[in-house]
């Protein structure tokens, strides 16, 4: 059987034949040349079409960036009680972890500490009523951000940079004595409380 | 000359004699092949200059030229109408006289010996010319003909016996 097969091998092209073939595809190929693509480069956009993982990848992205920065933009201007304060929340403790250096640390936790009054002052603008939890919740994040901020003014002056320690304390308690209505408004419940408490004592008495 | 059209013609050097013996294989004409041959060359560049390049060229060259064997057969209308089988060759004369297969084989030039293998159902001819004339293993066939390894095993075989029978009938024919 081999010897058979053997036989049909031999059935080849003679060179005159393959020669001929060979000059008539030459000719094709001239006549017909491998269509030249543009580099992506040369149009920014083509590279969103040709890379689709590339193309996911940037849209995805930029969505993210431009939901997440929208949304704490938003977010800035929330107050307590509101669904986004969380994610102003989140976005404080984001600015005080990237702060670096004593100084930039202790303006950074000033400025949130002097937020919370501001927002005190805006809910009582606003009308909005706040409840003793909620009243708790600043009262405890004012006093986390006071205390931050004493110690890295401490840490400012061990490291000998007394005058600047001085002068963000110094801001930061002009700012404090600006929103007294708000800590008064945050005192304001344990008072009543009292006043309450000694008036119903009063009226039990008399 | 670019290096795409360098491979391209490389590919013709290479492998136009094997395409063309499997042309020529199924369809026993030879004009006919060598006009099939240069125009499966011809549409594997086209495809190479829209598509870039081929990984697997000599699979792909078997693919264009069976599926351009097909084209030809629809255009004669034919498989049934056997060109030249073994019993015209023997109406017209041609009588070498065998006493064996042996013989046979000995008397057939290249041409014939196609004609006796082509009297094998296709899907056998075309194994045992891939694995005996091509000397192709059974994953090379099987990736030409795209049917699984077992059944090209399968087929092999059959083929075999089957030309083994053809061989001792025209043994005694011719």
Redesign the interface.
């Given at each position: 059987?081999?010897?058979?097969?053997?036989?049909?091998?031999?059935?080849?092209?003679d060179a005159g034949?393959?020669a001929k073939?060979?000059s008539?595809?030459?000719i094709?190929?001239n006549e017909?040349?491998?269509?030249k693509i543009k580099s992506p480069y040369y149009n920014p956009w083509l590279i969103f079409v040709r890379h689709k993982t590339f193309a996911i990848t940037a849209v995805s992205a930029i969505l993210v960036v431009s939901l997440t920065s929208g949304t704490v933009l938003a977010a800035k201007n929330s107050l307590p009680g509101e669904k986004l304060y969380s994610i102003k929340m989140l976005d404080e403790k984001m600015q005080s972890f990237t702060a670096i250096g004593a100084k930039a640390k202790a303006e950074v936790h000033a400025t949130q500490a002097i937020n919370r009054l501001q927002e005190v002052e805006q809910m009582v603008v606003k009308k909005i009523p706040i409840n003793q939890e909620t009243k708790q919740e600043i009262k405890d994040n004012f006093g986390d951000q006071t205390k931050e901020v004493k110690n890295h003014l401490d840490e400012l002056k061990n490291s000998g940079r007394t005058e600047e320690a001085d002068k963000i304390k110094y801001d930061f308690e002009s700012s404090i004595s600006e929103h007294k209505r708000a800590i008064i408004e945050l005192n304001d419940g344990e008072n009543k409380k009292s006043e309450d408490r000694q008036n119903g004592n009063k009226g039990k008495t008399d | 000359m670019?290096t795409?059209?360098k491979t391209?013609?490389n590919s013709?050097?290479l492998y136009?004699?094997e395409i063309?013996?499997f042309v020529?294989?199924k369809l026993s004409d030879r004009e006919k092949a060598?006009d099939i041959?240069?125009d499966v060359?011809?549409r594997t560049?086209?495809y190479?200059?829209?598509n870039g390049k081929i990984d697997n060229m000599r699979a792909f060259l078997y693919k264009a030229a069976g599926n351009a064997v097909i084209d030809e057969y629809r255009r004669q209308d034919r498989r049934d109408n056997k060109l030249d089988s073994l019993e015209t060759m023997a109406e017209d004369g041609y009588d070498p006289g065998f006493d064996d297969t042996?013989s046979l084989?000995e008397k057939?030039?290249?041409?014939k010996?196609?004609k006796?293998?082509n009297e094998l159902p296709e899907i056998y001819a075309e194994v045992?010319?891939l694995r005996?004339?091509?000397n192709k293993d059974i994953s090379e066939i099987a990736e030409i003909t795209g049917r699984p390894n077992n059944t090209v095993s399968v087929q092999l075989n059959r083929g075999?016996k089957q030309?083994?029978i053809i061989?001792n009938k025209y043994k005694d024919k011719l």
């Open positions: 059987m081999e010897r058979l097969f053997a036989k049909i091998k031999k059935e080849n092209l034949e393959k073939i060979f008539n595809l030459e094709f190929v017909n040349p491998v269509q | 670019e795409f059209e391209f013609l013709y050097d136009s004699n063309f013996r020529i294989f060598k041959l240069q060359f011809m560049w086209v190479m200059t829209k042996d084989i057939l030039d290249g041409e010996a196609m006796l293998v045992l010319f005996f004339s091509e075999i030309l083994k061989m």
